[in-house]
C-alpha cells in the first residue's frame, strides 16, 4: 500500500465536548502467569474475566471500547451521557475485583483506573480504523496510567473522579505518585466501598456569611436614605463586578429599614430580559395582581382595578397604560386607542410615565425605597425609565439603590441627588473577617490568606472557595497543599468552584439543575410538573428548603417565586447538564405550558424554551409573537433582536408552508420595525418588504389581503416616484376582489398619492371617489397609525384639492380642502390635522397667496411642536411667501436653512415645488445664474424620479428665467412648449392656461409638440 493510502484523513472534529469517566482493568503479572499455565488454560482465565467485565459494564451503563490481551478500556458518560457516570464507573471497578476475587480466588488479580475529565468525541471519518469514534482527552491516558499504581485487587481514582463521587463512596487516600507523561505529581485515592444514600443530604446545613467590609458604603446608603425621607429623593447607583457583593449589601441595608417598617420593592432584571419593555416591572406587578384578584393571568380589568387600588397618583389612564404593557397582545378596543395617535417616541414617553407613576404611587403618605438589581440586562424602555428616575423623585420621600455591571451613564452623574458608588474587592483584613464567620471555628493558619490570594478580593469568590475548602477540611484539607488540590484538578474561577459545591449537593443537585433550565427565578408550581418524571429520595418540598439551607436558592414571600441566590450559581447548575438533558427538560418545559398544564410563560421565553429544545418552527412562532407585542408597545430595539433570533429558527427549520407563512409574518413584523429604527427610505425596510412581496408571489395561493402591510410597505418604500406608482396599480389590482374593505381602501390610499404625484390628475380623483366610498370612521382608528399615521379620508380629500385645482376646477377645490381639515378636526386626530394643513398651504403656494402661505405656515407652528418634519416644510414656506412679500434676502437665508433641517430630517417628499421655490428667491435676489442652476437640477430629478406633477411650472419658470437673462427666444420657446405639452397630457388646465398666457404675453410661437 502505498504511503498515501495509509494515511488517516485529518480536517476539522466532527463531534462534541462531554464529560467522560474512563476505568481501564489489567491482569496481575499476566506475563508470569503465562510461564507458570498452560496458555490454554490461561486463555480460558482472561476470556472469564473479559466476559465478567464485559457484564458488569454494561449493567452499569458503561461502554466496553476494547479488549487486548490481558486488559480492556471503558467509557461512562459515552455513547449516551450520564450524569452519574463516575458513580457507574466506581460502582463497575468494586464489581470487576470482586468478581475476579470470586472466580479465581488468589490465582489471578486485576488493577483498576478511574479517571474524569473533557474530552473531544469525534468522528475518525476513516472506516478503516478498528474505531469510527475517537475519545480525545486526559482522561483515557490518565485511567491507563494510574491502574499500575493500585496494588493488586483494588482501584486506583484520580482527583476529578474522587470529588465527583466522594459523597458517594468511602476512600483512603493513595497519596501522589509522579505518573509518566504528567509534570507534577497525581493525587490518588482507593474506593473501598458505597455510603448509604441518606448519608449524601446530611451534609447540607445553613450557610449565612457575614457582610464584611462595607462599613463605609452602608453609611452612605444610611446618610441617603436621611435625604429622601426628608422629601428629597435619592437614586444611588452601585457598580462592579460579578460576585463583588452588590447584591448582598442591598439586603444588608434593606434588613435593617424592614425592621423599621420601611416599605421595599425589589426589582430584578433577568438575564434574557433585553428582549421585554419593562420586564422587572411588569413581571412583578403581575404577581402582585394575580394573588390581588385570584386570577392565574389577569385581565385588563383586574389590571387596572388593581393598580388604582394603590394610590390616588395612580389614574385611569396611566392603570390603563401599565395594563396595555403587561396583556401580550395588541386590542383594538376603545380601552387602547390612547397610543393610537402618538408617535413610537411618544407611547415610550408615555410608558414610562404610567409606570413611574405605579412604582411610586405609595410614597405619597410614606418613604419608600425602590431596588432594581442588574440594569446590565435592562430592556431600553426599563434603561429610559431609570434615566428619568431621579427626575421623577427628586420632590418624593424615595430613595431609589439600582446595581449593575457596567458603570453609569455621565450625564446622570450632574444631578447631585445622584451617587455612584463603585464596590471594589474586600481587603485582607475584611476577606480574615469572612472566612472567620465562614468557618464557625478557628480557621486554619494561612487559610484567610490563601482564599484572599486566591479570590483576588472577590466576596462571592472568596465565600465559595471557604465552603468548599470548609467541606474538604473534615478530609484532611488542613494545609496549603490541601487547598490547592481542587484548584490543579481545574477549579481555578468562580464558577468552577460553584460546580464543584454544587457536586457535593448529591440527589439535591439534580433539582437545582431542572431549576436552573426554568431560570434564575422560577414558579414553584412549575418545577413540581417538570420534576414528576423524577425521582427523589426525599419530597421536593424538602429538597427545596435543604436548597436555601445550603445558600443555593432562596425562598421569596408566600406565594411568590423562588430563585438562585445568584445568577451564578443558577448559570452553573444550568452548564452542568448534559446538552442532550438540557434539550429534554427545555422540551419538557415547552410542551407543559403549551398543554395548559401549568400558568402560561412569556412569548419570548417559550421562544427560548423551544429553540434550546431543538424545536425551530415553534421558536421562531413564539419569537415572532413577542416581537409583535413589542412593536406594538414601541419597543423597537427589542423587536428587532426578537425578530433575528426567529429568523435564524426558521432558517433552521427549512422549506414548508408553515415555515413560509411565518416568515411572511416575520417580514409583515419586521418592515415598520426596520423603518422605526434605520429610516422608511433605508435600505434595510425596502429590503423587507419586497422579500415578502417576492415570497407571496411564489406562493399564488397566499392571501394577498392577509399580507397587505408587506405589500403596503413595497409600495411605500419604492426606490423612486415612477416605481411607486406602478406598485400602486398592482396592489389595486390584485386587491379589488378582496373581502375586506380597508384593504381595498388603503390599496386606493396608495394609488390616489401617487397618481397625484405623477400628474394623473383625473386618474388620482377616481381612487379618491373609489375609496371614499369605502371609508370608515371606526375602522379608520386603527388604520392611520399602521398606514402612513394620517387619517385615509384626510388624505382623499386633500389629494381631491390638488388634482380638482389642477384640472381647473378651484372652487371645487377650495370646498374639498376645507372638507379635509373639517374632518380632520372632526376626528381629533392630530397628525391628520397637520395633513391636512400641509395640502393647505400648498395649495395657497399654487394660487401665489403668501399672506395665506404664512397664515397656514402660523397655524401649523402652533400645533407642530413635536412633529420637526411638518415644522421644516411649514418653514419653507413661510420663508418663500416672506421673500416674495417683503425682504428677499432674509427670505432666501431662511429658506436655505430650514433646506438644510429638511434634508436632516428625510421629509423632502415634495422637492419639485421646493426647488421651484428656492430658484424663484435666488432670481428675486438677482442670483439669477444659481437659480437657472436649480431648475435644471429640479426638471432632471423631476423626469427621472416620476414625481412630475409640477414639471411644467418649473419648465414655465425656467423659461421665464430665461428671458430674464436675455437668452435666445428658441430655448424660451422650447420650455414653454414643453410645459404646455406636459400640463395638456396632465389635464392640467390651471397649468395650460399659466403656459398659453406667458406665450401670448411674451409673443413666443410653441413649437410643435415632441413624439
Avoid at 202 to 231: D, F, K, Y
Avoid at 368 to 377: K, M
Avoid at 381 to 407: F, M
Avoid at 470 to 488: C, F, I, N
Amino acid at each position: 500500500m502505498s504511503k498515501a493510502g495509509r494515511q488517516i484523513h485529518t480536517g476539522a472534529l466532527s463531534g462534541e465536548r462531554r464529560q467522560v469517566t474512563a476505568l481501564f482493568y489489567d491482569i496481575v503479572g499476566s506475563t508470569a502467569l503465562l510461564h507458570q499455565l498452560d496458555p490454554e488454560d490461561f486463555g480460558d482465565m482472561q476470556r472469564t474475566l473479559h466476559n465478567e467485565a464485559a457484564a458488569v459494564i454494561r449493567n452499569n451503563s458503561g461502554y466496553l471500547e476494547w479488549i487486548q490481551g490481558d486488559g480492556g478500556c471503558a467509557f461512562f458518560g459515552f455513547p449516551q451521557p450520564s450524569e452519574d457516570a463516575a458513580e457507574c464507573a466506581l460502582v463497575s471497578a468494586l464489581e470487576i475485583v470482586e468478581r475476579c476475587e470470586q472466580q479465581f480466588g488468589s490465582s489471578l488479580k486485576v488493577r483498576v483506573g478511574v479517571a474524569t475529565g473533557v474530552v473531544v468525541l469525534a468522528d475518525a471519518s476513516n472506516p478503516t480504523l478498528p474505531q469510527h469514534t475517537e475519545v480525545i482527552g486526559i482522561a483515557p491516558a490518565l485511567a491507563a496510567r494510574i491502574q499500575s499504581e493500585a496494588a493488586p485487587n483494588t482501584i486506583a481514582v484520580a482527583e476529578a473522579t474522587y470529588r465527583l463521587t466522594t459523597g458517594t463512596f468511602e476512600f483512603e487516600e493513595i497519596g501522589h505518585r509522579q505518573i509518566k507523561g504528567f509534570e507534577e505529581p497525581v493525587a490518588l485515592w482507593r474506593p473501598i466501598a458505597r455510603r448509604q444514600p441518606p448519608d449524601r443530604f446530611t451534609a447540607s446545613r445553613r450557610v449565612s456569611t457575614p457582610l464584611v467590609g462595607r462599613v463605609e458604603e452602608i453609611g452612605l446608603c444610611q446618610r441617603r436614605w436621611a435625604r429622601a425621607i426628608g422629601g428629597n429623593g435619592q437614586f444611588v447607583f452601585l457598580h462592579g463586578n460579578a460576585g463583588i457583593g452588590k447584591s448582598r449589601l442591598i439586603t444588608e441595608f434593606r434588613r435593617g429599614l424592614e425592621r423599621q417598617g420601611v416599605d421595599t420593592v425589589v426589582f430584578q432584571c433577568q438575564p434574557r430580559g433585553r428582549t421585554k419593555p419593562l420586564h422587572p416591572f411588569l413581571e412583578l406587578i403581575r404577581q402582585l395582581v394575580a394573588e390581588a384578584s385570584r386570577q392565574a393571568e389577569p385581565d385588563r380589568d383586574a389590571i387596572v382595578r388593581y393598580l388604582r387600588s394603590l394610590s390616588c397618583e395612580v389614574g385611569e389612564l396611566d392603570a390603563g397604560i401599565v395594563a396595555f404593557l403587561m396583556l401580550g397582545k395588541a386590542q383594538e378596543s376603545s380601552d387602547e386607542t390612547w397610543s393610537i395617535d402618538l408617535s413610537d417616541e411618544e407611547i415610550r414617553a408615555r410608558a414610562v410615565e404610567a409606570m413611574l407613576a405605579v412604582l411610586t404611587s405609595t410614597a405619597v403618605s410614606k418613604p419608600l425605597l425602590i431596588v432594581i438589581e442588574d440594569l446590565h440586562w435592562a430592556d431600553t424602555l426599563t434603561s429610559a425609565l431609570v434615566a428619568r428616575l431621579p427626575e421623577w423623585i427628586a420632590a418624593r420621600p424615595v430613595l431609589t439603590l439600582a446595581t449593575s455591571r457596567d458603570a453609569i451613564e455621565q450625564h446622570l452623574l450632574d444631578d447631585p441627588n445622584v451617587l455612584a458608588m463603585p464596590l471594589s474587592g474586600l481587603t485582607a483584613e475584611a476577606t480574615s473577617e469572612l472566612i472567620e464567620g465562614i468557618w464557625e471555628t478557628t480557621p486554619p493558619d494561612g487559610l484567610a490568606a490563601f482564599v484572599y490570594e486566591k479570590s483576588d478580593g472577590v466576596p462571592l469568590f472568596a465565600e465559595q472557595l471557604a465552603l468548599l475548602l470548609r467541606e474538604r477540611a473534615k478530609d484532611g484539607a488542613q494545609d496549603r497543599a490541601g487547598w490547592e488540590a481542587p484548584l490543579r484538578d481545574g477549579v481555578i474561577n468562580l464558577r468552577d468552584l460553584i460546580s464543584t459545591r454544587l457536586a457535593d449537593l448529591g440527589p439535591l443537585r439534580r433539582v437545582a439543575q431542572i431549576a436552573s433550565v426554568i431560570g434564575r427565578e422560577f414558579r414553584r408550581k412549575l418545577l413540581v410538573a417538570v420534576m414528576e418524571p423524577e425521582q427523589l429520595p426525599i419530597s421536593l418540598d424538602e429538597a427545596l428548603e435543604k436548597l436555601v439551607h445550603a445558600g443555593i436558592l432562596r425562598r421569596k414571600s408566600a406565594g411568590a417565586n423562588d430563585r438562585f441566590c445568584h445568577v451564578l450559581i443558577q448559570e452553573a447548575a444550568y452548564d452542568s447538564l448534559l446538552k442532550s438533558e438540557r434539550r429534554q427538560i427545555h422540551g419538557r418545559i415547552a410542551r407543559l405550558v403549551q398543554a395548559g398544564s401549568v400558568s402560561p410563560l412569556p412569548d419570548e421565553t417559550m421562544a427560548w424554551h423551544f429553540e434550546l429544545a431543538g424545536q425551530p418552527l415553534e421558536a421562531a412562532r413564539y419569537g415572532i409573537q413577542a416581537a409583535e407585542a413589542c412593536g406594538f408597545r414601541s419597543a423597537m430595539y427589542e423587536a428587532e433582536h426578537l425578530l433575528d433570533a426567529a429568523e435564524k429558527q426558521l432558517a433552521q427549520a427549512g422549506k414548508g408552508d408553515d415555515a413560509d407563512d411565518l416568515m411572511l409574518r416575520l417580514l409583515a413584523i419586521r418592515g415598520p420595525v426596520a423603518a422605526a429604527l434605520f429610516g422608511r427610505g433605508g435600505e434595510q425596510a425596502r429590503s423587507i418588504y419586497e422579500r415578502g412581496v417576492s415570497l407571496c408571489a411564489e406562493h399564488k395561493d397566499q392571501d394577498r389581503a392577509k399580507w397587505f402591510p408587506l405589500y403596503w410597505g413595497w409600495w411605500f418604500t419604492a426606490p423612486d416616484y415612477e416605481t411607486q406608482r406602478a406598485r400602486s396599480d398592482i396592489l389595486v389590482r390584485d386587491l379589488e376582489g378582496s373581502a375586506d374593505p380597508e384593504v381595498r381602501l388603503q390599496s386606493l390610499h396608495c394609488a390616489w398619492a401617487t397618481n397625484e404625484d405623477a400628474g394623473r390628475h383625473l386618474h388620482c380623483l377616481k381612487c379618491v371617489e373609489d375609496g371614499l366610498r369605502l371609508y370608515d370612521e371606526s375602522r379608520a382608528r386603527f388604520s392611520r397609525g399602521r398606514y402612513g399615521g394620517h387619517d385615509a379620508r384626510v388624505c382623499g380629500l386633500g389629494e381631491r384639492a390638488f388634482s380638482l385645482w389642477f384640472i381647473g376646477d378651484d372652487a371645487g377645490s377650495s370646498k374639498s380642502i376645507n372638507a379635509a381639515k373639517q374632518w380632520a378636526e372632526h376626528v381629533n386626530h392630530l397628525n391628520s390635522l397637520l395633513h391636512a394643513l400641509e395640502f393647505d398651504i400648498e395649495l395657497k403656494r399654487y394660487r401665489d397667496d403668501h399672506a395665506g402661505v404664512i397664515s397656514a405656515a402660523d397655524r401649523i407652528a402652533e400645533l407642530a411642536e413635536a412633529v420637526p418634519g411638518v415644522l421644516a416644510k411649514a418653514a419653507l414656506f413661510r420663508a418663500w411667501a416672506r421673500g416674495l412679500s417683503k425682504d428677499a434676502e432674509a427670505g432666501l437665508a431662511e429658506f436655505e436653512a430650514g433646506l438644510k433641517r429638511q434634508r436632516e430630517i428625510a421629509t423632502y417628499e415634495g422637492a419639485p415645488v421646493y426647488e421651484g421655490m428656492r430658484a424663484e428667491l435666488f432670481e428675486r435676489t438677482g442670483r439669477n445664474d444659481e437659480a437657472l442652476s436649480i431648475l435644471d437640477g429640479a426638471i432632471d430629478a423631476s423626469i427621472g424620479s416620476g414625481q412630475v406633477f409640477w414639471l411644467a411650472e418649473l419648465l414655465r419658470q425656467r423659461a421665464l428665467l430665461r428671458h430674464a437673462r436675455q437668452e435666445p427666444e428658441k430655448a424660451i420657446a422650447l420650455d414653454l412648449g414643453r410645459a404646455l405639452q406636459v400640463a395638456t397630457e396632465q389635464h392640467a388646465s390651471a397649468l395650460v392656461s399659466r403656459a398659453r398666457l406667458d406665450l401670448k404675453r411674451l409673443g413666443i410661437k410653441a413649437p410643435a409638440p415632441g413624439p
